[in-house]
């Protein structure tokens, strides 16, 4: 069986017992304690944690899963052991308080037995210490022999987190023989004998703060089999790199490196590295993520140079990615169509990333050699020079100790451990206080949706509505239905009103308490709203209307950015608010100022066609078959909202819009930045903003031709008559003060101590300093001069001339002079000038040359 053959045989199995079907989602979560969807579980943890109402009892999926990064961390163990992966695929059935143990137990061992046909006699099960009930079920109900049952402590039981869902779990282990370790069972015997395939997780009990179990209502089943584990089992090899998907790659990595597998240890875990890191690059790449310095970006980034330093170690001078990225959609693209459609972005993304860090391996080699030479032979580079290589220059620490072993010398590693601890601490404590918990007490707002179900939202079809009043905090509404739309999909939250006959409360702001649940934030109260009460929910119309502008402008602006610039600037994030909008992308560059017109024509002459906008609802597959692109970050079910904004932008959105385009009004462009590597930021304004923006310009225009003393399309001429009259003046006033500075060289001259001036002449620059200082060596009675200024035009200068026989040095008179006024320049043995921008260090800049020369101060 290959790896096509077993995620149908899995995926039907489970179908024919009742079971949805429901695909992969995102390797990016939509939970913030996780970096990336790191187990099958991961999509339903909303429903196992009593968050969300599952649109179905059972399900069954194959998930894409990332171990890189976090607490949970594979990378540095990849192509060195035979099951590490970063990226594999977790095969899971999962019920939601309908099957427990009894129901799960006989599917997972009929699918292995029966499906997969594996031989009982070298399969072993484990259950926990406590779990008579699982023993009994393995024993009784299956035919397990009792001796091929053990018992597990820690190892065979589950906890999402310190409270909430846990339970015991039962695994099933392959066998695989004497030749890879001790007998025993996975209790007693060798790690590489036993092989566990399968793990089935009996969510039974609620964690409490407090240390009690409280048993769960609706316990639920969260299977997980790792298609790579099992692949190797059935395929009879004894590492997952062995299995016919990876056998491809590895054959791809070889011809692309000249490097045959199996030619040598070391370079068989280059190849196995270049295989793995080619399949999760890929994946997270087409999913969304870029190589960056940040989060899930940088994670990326690591992952791509360790692929690339592998290729390097193998002596590739060449880019090999783009090739294994071919490979990787070749096998994959069947299962995951995303790869496909996303090809093109995918292999230019990672072949420019792996272009860039060669470059980064060359200078990094360079920059350590120039290390290497301030050290003694044998020394040890130290570990905050290591870090900086990896934290500034993305130069991986293995390179390091690569490049200092070959070179006779050592690593601080303790010193680099310490240095990426303390970045580690200072990024963890960043990352909790962006997604850290609320500390506000959800209880209450579960108890609403408990008994009430999710709120209605009207704010469709209208902005004023009557509602019941179900839950009321010290600065929180909750209603059975409302108008106001609650912040998601980068629209920020509605205001307004909500009143009853008793009182008045003003609506801040609108989130989601809950999925599903809308929570008013109320800043003040008027009178007094109770719990039953018939209530008026207003929205702030003008302000909704300028947010659904803006929102339905996003659309526009990103189909005229894929447009301009290229299918790839796929949208990375947004916010829209009422005065602007802000639309995150993937770009690898600035864009031109011509791009940015372009972009800005397209989008209004789509809006000035006036086409309508279509808002409705359909299933996720229609919407994708009619070509609907998903947003970035944004949550979607089976049941979508579509957004189909004039002729030609189709899109996934549930925000709020207009009716058509040209309720839009005229679109600005006001900025265009960079927010990362890869990442690009435009903001834009629409309706009256344009307009205001304008009219503040003009009034702008017309101040600066009053002061200029000419009309307002005369402003360019005027504006560059009065700059070059004002830079003639300066260059007249620049030589009068030139030509009084050499008059004063007699009066210089006189200040002359034992031969020797040291002098303050403000106002020159640093050129007419040194022709000053120059004037005055040339008196035959002075060997050595040294001059300082401010200039007019802000800074300070230094300038020191000597004469050939005076045994002085110009460079050594100034050099700490240039400390004092925090400045540098070249210096020569005679004639030496230095330019700086603190004025205030003059007079000890000019102390410190009179002592060079000798000189009291």
């Known amino acids: 069986m290959n790896a096509k053959e077993l995620r149908a045989a899995f995926v039907d199995f489970f179908a024919e017992r009742g079971h949805t079907k429901v695909d992969s989602s995102s390797l990016i979560p939509h939970d913030n304690t996780l970096l990336f969807t790191n187990a099958g579980m991961v999509p339903f943890k909303p429903f196992f944690v009593g968050d969300e109402t599952p649109p179905y009892n059972r399900a069954v999926s194959i998930q894409k899963c990332v171990r890189a990064g976090g607490k949970h961390n594979d990378l540095d163990e990849v192509g060195r052991t035979t099951r590490h992966l970063t990226f594999f695929e977790m095969m899971g059935n999962f ?49 397990v022999s009792p001796d091929r049952i053990q018992r597990l402590d820690e190892d065979n039981w589950w906890r999402m987190a310190d409270t909430g869902p846990n339970g015991p779990c039962s695994e099933i282990f ?48 969260d299977t997980g089999a790792g298609l790579e584990r099992t692949l190797s089992v059935l395929q009879g090899v004894d590492s997952v790199f062995g299995t016919d998907e990876f056998q491809t790659l590895l054959a791809t990595a070889s011809e692309v490196t000249g490097v045959a597998d199996g030619a040598a240890p070391a370079s068989d875990v280059s190849l196995r590295i270049l295989a793995d ?9 087409s999913d969304g993520v870029v190589p960056s310095n940040e989060d899930r970006g940088f994670v990326l980034r690591r992952i791509l140079r360790r692929a690339v330093r592998h290729a390097y170690l193998l002596g590739v001078e060449t880019p090999v990615m783009p090739q294994m990225v071919d490979t990787v959609v070749t096998l994959l693209g069947d299962n995951y169509p995303d790869l496909v459609k996303n090809h093109d972005r995918i292999r230019s993304t990672i072949e420019r990333e792996e272009l860039s860090f060669r470059q980064t391996l060359a200078s990094g080699s360079a920059m350590l050699d120039a290390r290497f030479a301030e ?9 905050e020079v290591a870090f900086e290589l990896h934290d500034t220059y993305g130069f991986p620490l293995e390179v390091t100790r690569e490049i200092a072993a070959e070179r006779g010398f050592d690593v601080d590693v303790e010193g680099f451990d310490a240095a990426m601890a303390d970045q580690r601490g200072r990024a963890k404590a960043a990352h909790a206080a962006k997604s850290g918990a609320s500390d506000v007490d959800v209880s209450a707002f579960r108890g609403v949706a408990d008994s009430s179900g999710d709120t209605e939202f009207t704010g469709r079809a209208e902005l004023e509505s009557t509602a019941t009043v179900l839950l009321v905090t010290d600065d929180s509404i909750v209603l059975d239905r409302t108008p106001f739309y609650a912040e998601s999909g980068g629209q920020i939250g509605d205001t307004g009103t909500i009143a009853t006959s008793t009182g008045t409360a003003t609506v801040s702001d609108t989130t989601y308490a809950l999925p599903g649940v809308v929570r008013h934030h109320i800043a003040e109260t008027t009178g007094s709203i109770e719990v039953g009460q018939e209530a008026t929910a207003a929205v702030d119309a003008e302000r909704r209307g300028a947010i659904a502008r803006n929102h339905t402008a996003t659309h526009i602006l990103h189909w005229a950015l894929r447009l301009v610039v290229g299918s790839h600037a796929q949208q990375q994030g947004s916010w829209v608010g009422p005065d602007r909008l802000r639309f995150d992308f993937n770009h690898f560059e600035a864009l031109t100022a011509e791009q940015l017109a372009e972009i800005e024509d397209r989008a209004n002459a789509e809006i000035l066609g006036n086409a309508s906008c279509r808002h409705y609802e359909t299933t996720k597959d229609e919407a994708e078959a009619a070509g609907a ?45 960079s927010i990362g590597s890869n990442l690009r930021r435009v903001e834009a304004i629409t309706g009256a903003g344009p307009i205001e923006r304008l009219r503040q310009r003009e009034a702008t225009l017309a101040e600066l031709a009053e002061l200029v ?12 008559k009065r700059l070059a009259d004002t830079k003639a003046l300066r260059k007249k006033v620049a030589e009068l003060e030139q030509a009084a500075a050499l008059g004063s060289t007699g009066d210089l001259v006189n200040t002359a101590v034992d031969g020797v001036v040291v002098a303050r002449v403000d106002g020159l620059d640093q050129a007419a300093l040194r022709d000053l200082a120059v004037a005055v060596r040339d008196d035959v009675s002075i060997k050595a001069v040294v001059l300082g200024s401010a200039p007019s035009g802000g800074g300070a200068a230094l300038a020191a001339a000597v004469t050939d026989d005076s045994g002085f040095d110009a460079g050594e008179l100034i050099a700490e002079g240039k400390k004092a006024i925090q400045g540098g320049g070249r210096p020569a043995p005679d004639l030496a000038t230095a330019g700086g921008k603190n004025p205030d260090g003059l007079d000890d800049a000019l102390d410190a040359a009179r002592a060079a020369a000798g000189l009291s101060a």
């Open 95 to 143: 019920s939601f308080g309908d099957y427990f143990k009894s129901d799960a137990i006989p599917f997972a061992w009929e699918f292995v037995t029966e499906v997969l046909k594996l031989d009982t006699d070298r399969l072993w099960v484990t259950v926990h210490l406590t779990d008579d009930e699982a023993e009994a079920i393995w024993r009784d109900d299956v035919g």
């Open 174 to 221: 392959y066998d695989l023989g004497a030749e890879y370790g001790d007998d025993g069972g996975p209790a007693h015997g060798g790690e590489d004998r036993f092989i566990e395939i399968w793990n089935l997780v009996f969510m039974q009990f609620d964690q409490q703060a407090d240390g009690r179990q409280i048993p769960l209502p609706k316990p639920s089943i």
């Open 277 to 285: 890191h080619a399949r999760s690059t890929t994946m997270l790449v």
């Open 375 to 383: 050290l003694e032979p044998g020394g040890a580079l130290p570990g």
């Open 629 to 673: 692109i998903a947003f970035f970050g944004d949550k979607y079910g089976d049941i979508v909202r579509v957004l189909e904004a004039g002729r030609n932008s189709i899109e996934l959105c549930g925000g709020t819009h207009v009716g058509a385009l040209g309720d839009i009004g005229p679109l600005k462009i006001i900025s265009e930045s």
């Open 709 to 720: 003393g000419v009309p307002v399309p005369e402003l360019a001429d005027g504006l560059r």
